[in-house]
Nanobody, 121 residues
């Protein structure tokens, strides 16, 4: 019923740029904090960036100055603009949103399926 679908992943060379998008669909009452997480091979899933409904952002130190998170509340979308990409940015990127759905009427975290980002020569 409620879905988060990421897009925009792919292969890119070091120093390149990529823009990820996440679209939320379904019967949503409200969306709170949205964020991007990534999981490198053999590693745990880590926070990349978050953004509140009012536009306040936070970033992991490793991406600060290179990545920009943004959202469009009307479109129910969140984006991650990635520039100056490094091989260590490689991983599966997941979209997350705190939401209240019409089905549950309770707040909870919802995750997308992930999109692969590979930074390599």
């Amino acid at each position: 019923q409620v879905q988060l679908v990421e897009s925009g992943g792919g292969l890119v060379q070091p120093g390149g740029s990529l823009r990820l998008s996440c679209a939320v669909s379904g019967s949503i009452v409200s969306i709170g904090v949205m964020g991007w997480y990534r999981q490198a091979p053999g590693k745990q899933r880590d926070l990349v960036a978050t953004i509140t409904g009012g536009g306040s952002t936070k970033y992991a130190d490793s991406v600060k100055g290179r990545f920009t998170i943004s959202r469009d509340n009307a479109k129910k979308m969140v984006y991650l603009q990635m520039k100056s990409l490094k091989p260590e940015d490689t991983g599966i990127y997941y979209c997350k949103a705190a939401m209240i759905t019409r089905a549950t009427s309770t707040i909870g975290d919802y995750w997308g399926q992930g999109t692969q980002v590979t930074v390599s020569s």
